[in-house]
């Protein structure tokens, strides 16, 4: 895929563009409040810009994207909005999986899927299914995920190997603990994008940040269009990133 003409006018290079970019898609409620609208509303517009951005990502061949649905901590809410929120990945997998197959994207999903109802682990486990033989972009959908839960789970994993003598503990390294967490065999994730203005992680992939940009813009999640991933890009490919080390000259 080359770049479109559109794409070159927002100064946006093609070499340096990130491989996988996590989203916290924030401000659904309150874009719905100020337009007078119940929350579930915000939550389904929230669902149109993330298929529009999915899109524009795959387009300019972005490796991977990550996007925050549910997290542990959003059994916290009223039950009718848990129960609206546990049925968009339903709703959401039943719209546009046709599309996602056609664009070539692969779905994936991480976080305690165990606890999910069986319709849904139904639909994610279809969703899995008939995306599995696509090569273009890796969509990752976090649901009753929570990156501290995450870590223990690794961190149980790991002893268990201890325990039974399939590792030294002095062979243990960050390859071995990473292969353990859900995002195992993902891209790092090279930019994470918070919308709403909420300057925070809120428990979102902590360890796969270590060395991400984070980029955090006063939008909400459904007015997050083409332009603000653009200035996002953009803002990204000006970042100077050392890793720790210095700038090479
Ligand atoms: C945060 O906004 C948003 C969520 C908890 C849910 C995000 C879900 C979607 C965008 C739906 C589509 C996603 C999939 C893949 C099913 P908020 O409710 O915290 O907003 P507020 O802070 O303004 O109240």
New binding site residues.
Partial sequence: MLFKKKDKQQNISQQKLPNHIAF??????????KRGLP?SA???E??K??LKVLNKCNELHIKAVT?????TE?WKRPKD?VEF?MS??S??INTYLPKIKESNIIMKFIGNLDELSDILKADINKSIEETKNNTGLIFT?A?NYGSQDEMLYAIKKVSKDVLEKKVLIDDINKEYFESKLMTHGMPNIDLLIRT?G?IRISNFLLWQIAYSELYFTDQ??PDFDEVELYKALSEYQRRNRRFGGVEEV
């Fill in positions: 916290i898609m924030d401000g659904n409620g309150r874009w719905a409040k929350r915000g939550h389904s929230g669902g810009a993330l996007v925050y649905a549910f997290s959003n909005e929120l968009l990945p709703k959401y959908v649901i709403s909420e909400y999640w």
